[in-house]
Nanobody, 115 residues
Framework: QVQLVESGGGLVQAGGSLRLSCAVS????????MNWYRQASGKQRELVAT???????SYADSVKGRFTIFRDNAKNTVYLQMNNLKPEDTAVYYC?????????WGQGTQVTVSS
């Protein structure tokens, strides 16, 4: 089993920044992919960003150039740096670990961007 704990959400004005953290209960060095998803009220959960075990990163078109995902293997933590936030970024953000033996989710952290 793997436990994921997100933190760093909150209320921010449009144009502001937030950094989300995802603390993982075991070494993330060999986890295939660490992902950030989000789910806005009334909408389906969507993939926002991915970083693989090789360090390859990918992003949803809606956040490219504004969000950065990175991992600190020494701290077993994955981050999502979010800049130039927009009201449409308002959602619950979830950390996800996609491993060979399972797929794991955190409890989510709320991000609210006011206009």
């Amino acid at each position: 089993q793997v436990q994921l704990v997100e933190s760093g959400g909150g209320l921010v004005q449009a144009g502001g920044s937030l950094r989300l953290s995802c603390a993982v209960s075991r070494s993330i060095f060999s986890i295939n992919a660490m992902n950030w998803y989000r789910q806005a009220s009334g909408k389906q959960r969507e993939l926002v960003a991915t970083v693989t075990s090789r360090g390859t990163r990918s992003y949803a078109d809606s956040v490219k150039g504004r969000f950065t995902i990175f991992r600190d293997n020494a701290k077993n933590t994955v981050y999502l740096q979010m800049n130039n936030l927009k009201p449409e970024d308002t959602a619950v953000y979830y950390c996800n670990a996609d491993d060979l033996v399972g797929n794991y989710w955190g409890q989510g952290t709320q991000v609210t961007v006011s206009s």
